[in-house]
Structure formats: structure tokens, C-alpha cells
């Protein structure tokens, strides 16, 4: 596969018809149209879905044809790309310097995929449209080889600092490794669906500063809650179906907002896999829940109802206008299409832990103007790597949370399995040791162990991780679909882990991401 793909900004029917149309960053390209089925050079936002097949590597030009000033003022006391090398004054709270809002940047993170450093997309490695280039650029065409199973993986810039306004404003899309191991609904009974929340104003564009802030002093946000749902570019999207089962991968493309879904008429949905793809074995779920850049893949059999029918598939962790996601209308009753599912889908290798624990603090502090910062083990993104580990290393990562907010935290390169979560009495932690402080945490200081949710099985890139909690998952730096034991020093991967940038690990939630939560991360490669 060789596709060339355009960032750029254009207007987009977002909202219902009747309103005006919304100004958007997004992808274009040469794609097959949805409806007449013919290649057209398509413009979308998010951009289009890539649906690629297993084994079969594809690469990808993305070019950054943002000519355009960002959507959103920017906050260049964040550690960001800063093109044109302007003076900043960091001792102001804020320094909304009008000099930095163009040219916008552009790298891009296929989020999930198995990646060499030169095509994961290193924030250091951003580029213009005006042919600016970040100190670690090398390329813009970027190779992946695929060869992991069949999953849902998204796309989206990560320009250091400003992340969560350009995927906020559209610079995001799907990404599906299909293959045929199994019989699901395929085709029009397939359907990849990308959620998010944003805001409006009253002309049709998008909202993401508080209307009551300054016009001339925008502050970084530490969350931002949109108050509609936007659905594969679309606001309260209804989807019309016919009485079949259709297969659903859904992706939390919001920058802060966490949704649990669930059918209006308390229908069971059937998952089938995770961020990395099949779990073992189907199961039935009342309800799920996905953080930010988390993704899940279900199964929904529409064969009891009736023409016309509706049902609401639901955010129950909402109770205003975010409370509907999106509806289903039955509008076609044919005769039913029967599936051989299986109960186990796949098999995955018990990892043999060969190396020590790792502890990793996330933790939010203050600086000395009283800005607030999310650090990783009190550094930031500037400092040095959180951790270098060699290939073939298994291992209990932890994750302590002590921050206030709850933390999603994204692994590149690897996949995970979550193992348990276990609360820290923070009061008495408190008590007796300083929270910005890294400390052992200590067996008195830690409550109940609690098992991963049911909607957690399988392997996973992006890790939930609670204010308060410590998370442990089991790593293994080899490919998760590699059936036989690895040992320290073993590349299991088809490219050096060591040429080129380094791996990062950061949080999914963009604005802390933004704000310093990021690390770079060396891998090392012995061959």
C-alpha cells in the first residue's frame, strides 16, 4: 500500500443541516467514497479510515499543507515546537505571543502500530508547510509493516505543546489491520466509530476557550468537556440499519472525556477485542468503558427488533447533553445472515517475567508562578529518558498515581496486560510523607487489591490509571502475538529499536500531555 495524505484546513458539516458549516483541520486524499464507491480526492475530518491487511506493509506520506494560523491561541509557556525560535518570557503565567500561532506543525503517531523509532512519529521530528523542520526530522514517509493481528489503531499529530488543539481540531483518523481468521459482519456490517465531545458557537465553529477568559490571555486548561457528542465528524450522528449483527471498533478520540457506554434498552453487546486486537475468548457486557485513546471491539445483533425501531447508544457516565452518543434507526428487515462465531478467539503467551520491577510515579505540581505542570517521575519531556531497557525484557511495570486527576498513560512500541490496581489511603500518606515527593509506598499506606474490569481483557497500549491507585500491568518488549518465551537481549522485531529517535511514554489525556506528562524512553536492541 502507498497512499499520500494531506493535512489541511477546509469547511465540514458537522452539525445538523441548517447550520453552518465548521471550520476544520483534517486529511485529504485520494480515497474510495462511502457512497458511489469511486476514488476521489476526499477531504475529512477525522481523516479517512485506512483499512490495510495483515502482512501487507504500507506506507504513507504525510504532508503538512496547513497554510493557515492555529485554530486555537496557543500557550508558549508549554514546551512546544516553536518554529521561529521567538523570545519567551517564562516568568509570566501566560505569554500569548501572537508571533507563535503560525506556521502550525505537524508529526504523526500511528497509535498501537508495532513501530521502528523512525516511523513512530518522535514529537521532535515536526515539520511546516512552510518547510521548517524539527532537530530530530528526518522523513515524512513513514513505513508500517503490519504484522500484528487484526485491530482498530487511530492516527493523529502530536506536535509537542499543541497536540490537544490540532486533534481537537480534526487532525485525527482510523487505522484497521483486517484479516479473515474469523466470520464477523464484514463490509456495511463493519463500522469503525470515533467519539469525541466539542463545542460550538453560534456560527457553526468550534469552541475550546472559555468564553469568559480574556481575549488576550487564553490559559492552558487542565481538562476540556465539549457539550456535544461528535461522532466520525458528525454531531448526534443516526445511523440507519438493517436487522442484522453489525461489528462496531470504537476509539475515545477526546481529549479528557471518559465514556461508558451502554444500549437505552440495556441490550448486551458482545466484545471480541482491545486496543491490540482479539481477546481470548468472546464475552457479553452490559456496559464498557473507554478512557481517551482507548478502543474496543464489539458486536451488536440488531435481529430482534422491529422496522423503525430505535435505540440509543448511550454515555452513562453523563447526565446532560454528552448523555446520547448516537442513535440506530431499523430500517430494512431482511432475512438474517448467520455467523459461526467462536467462544476463544485467540491464544497469547504466558510472559515469563526475566527482570526486576519498574515504579513510576505520576505526579501534578506546582511551579514557582503557581502554574501547574503533570510530571512523570517529577521530570519533564526536556529531561532525561525515564527508563532504558533492552528488547526481550518482561517485566511488573507500576504505575502510582498521586496526582489529583485520573492519568491515562500510553506505551509505545509495547503492549500490555493489566494486572491489578490496588487504592493508597491518602490520608494517611499525607500524614507521613510529602505527595511530590517519590517515596516507596509502603504496604501500610494501601488498601484492597482490585482485579481489572471486564472490558480490560486482552492486550492493551493505553493504561487507565486512577487518582490515588497504583496500576500494575506484566510488559513484555517483544511483539505480543509471539508465542515462545524471549530472553533479555532477544529482538523479536523486524527493525533495530536503537536507530533513531527514541520511544516515548505519555499521557492520552492531551492537555497533560501537553503539559509535560511525555518521556522519552531508550529501547535498547542487541543483535
Not at 2 to 26: I, R
Not at 167 to 190: A, T
Not at 361 to 384: A, H, T, V, W
Request: proline share 5%; with cysteine.
Amino acid at each position: 500500500y502507498h497512499y499520500s495524505v494531506d493535512a489541511c484546513e477546509f469547511y465540514q458539516q458537522m452539525l445538523p443541516q441548517g447550520f453552518n458549516k465548521t471550520k476544520v483541520w483534517g486529511f485529504a486524499g485520494l480515497c474510495k467514497d462511502s457512497n458511489s464507491k469511486k476514488v476521489k480526492y476526499i477531504k475529512s475530518s477525522p481523516g479517512p479510515t485506512f483499512e490495510v491487511e495483515r502482512d501487507i506493509s504500507a506506507n504513507i506520506e504525510w504532508n503538512n499543507k496547513i497554510l493557515g494560523e492555529y485554530m486555537f491561541p496557543i500557550d508558549t509557556t508549554l514546551p512546544w515546537t516553536n518554529p521561529h525560535n521567538i523570545k519567551i518570557d517564562n516568568d509570566k503565567t501566560i505569554n500569548n505571543s501572537k508571533e507563535g500561532q503560525w506556521p502550525p506543525t505537524l508529526v504523526m503517531h500511528l497509535h498501537g502500530m508495532i513501530s521502528s523509532p523512525k516511523n513512530d512519529g518522535n514529537p521532535k521530528c515536526w515539520y511546516t508547510a512552510t518547510g521548517i523542520r524539527g532537530p530530530l526530522y528526518t522523513t515524512n514517509y513513514y513505513k508500517y509493516n503490519n504484522l500484528q493481528p487484526s485491530a482498530m489503531l487511530w492516527y493523529y499529530d502530536q506536535s509537542p505543546g499543541v497536540s490537544r488543539l490540532s486533534v481537537y481540531s480534526g487532525l485525527c483518523g482510523m487505522y484497521l489491520i483486517k484479516d479473515d481468521k474469523f466470520d464477523f459482519p464484514k463490509e456495511n456490517y463493519h463500522i469503525p466509530l470515533i467519539i469525541q465531545d466539542k463545542s460550538f458557537y453560534e456560527d457553526g465553529s468550534l469552541c475550546y476557550n472559555d468564553e469568559n477568559s480574556s481575549k488576550d490571555e487564553y490559559k492552558w486548561k487542565e481538562k476540556f468537556l465539549g457539550d456535544v457528542i461528535v461522532v466520525n465528524g458528525k454531531v448526534w450522528p443516526k445511523l440507519k440499519v438493517e436487522n442484522q449483527l453489525y461489528r462496531f471498533n470504537i476509539v475515545n478520540g477526546s481529549n479528557y472525556r471518559s465514556y461508558k457506554i451502554a444500549l437505552s434498552d440495556n441490550s448486551k453487546m458482545i466484545q471480541i477485542g482491545s486496543d491490540a486486537g482479539y481477546i481470548d475468548k468472546t464475552q457479553e457486557l452490559e456496559y464498557l468503558v473507554l478512557h481517551p485513546g482507548e478502543r474496543i471491539d464489539i458486536l451488536v445483533d440488531f435481529s430482534k427488533y422491529k422496522l423503525h425501531d430505535k435505540i440509543i447508544m448511550k454515555n452513562l457516565f453523563s447526565e446532560n447533553e454528552c448523555q446520547d452518543i448516537m442513535e440506530f434507526e431499523i430500517n430494512s428487515i431482511k432475512k438474517k445472515i448467520s455467523y459461526n462465531i467462536p467462544n476463544r478467539l485467540i491464544s497469547y503467551p504466558n510472559i515469563k517475567i526475566n527482570r526486576e520491577k519498574i515504579t513510576t510515579f505520576l505526579m501534578l505540581e506546582k511551579d514557582s508562578i503557581n502554574k501547574k505542570r503533570f510530571l512523570i517521575d517529577g521530570k519533564s519531556y526536556l529531561q532525561s529518558p525515564i527508563n532504558i531497557i533492552k528488547v526481550g525484557s518482561s517485566f511488573i511495570w507500576e504505575f502510582i498515581n498521586l496526582a489529583k486527576e485520573d492519568i491515562c498513560i500510553h506505551l509505545h512500541l509495547i503492549h500490555f496486560q493489566i494486572v491489578e490496581r490496588q487504592r493508597i489511603n491518602i490520608s494517611l500518606y499525607k500524614e507521613k510523607c510529602k505527595v511530590n515527593e517519590i517515596n516507596n509506598i509502603s504496604d501500610e499506606f494501601l488498601e484492597e487489591i482490585i482485579l481489572p474490569e471486564k472490558y480490560e481483557a486482552g492486550f492493551k497500549d493505553t493504561l487507565h490509571c486512577p487518582a490515588y491507585f497504583i496500576t500494575r500491568i506484566i510488559v513484555r518488549y517483544a511483539p505480543y502475538y509471539i508465542m515462545e518465551d524471549v530472553d533479555i537481549g532477544e529482538n523479536f522485531y523486524s527493525f533495530n529499536t536503537s536507530e533513531g529517535p527514541e520511544y516515548i511514554i505519555n499521557s492520552q489525556i492531551l492537555e497533560q500531555k501537553d503539559n509535560y506528562m511525555i518521556r522519552p524512553q531508550i529501547v535498547l536492541c542487541e543483535d
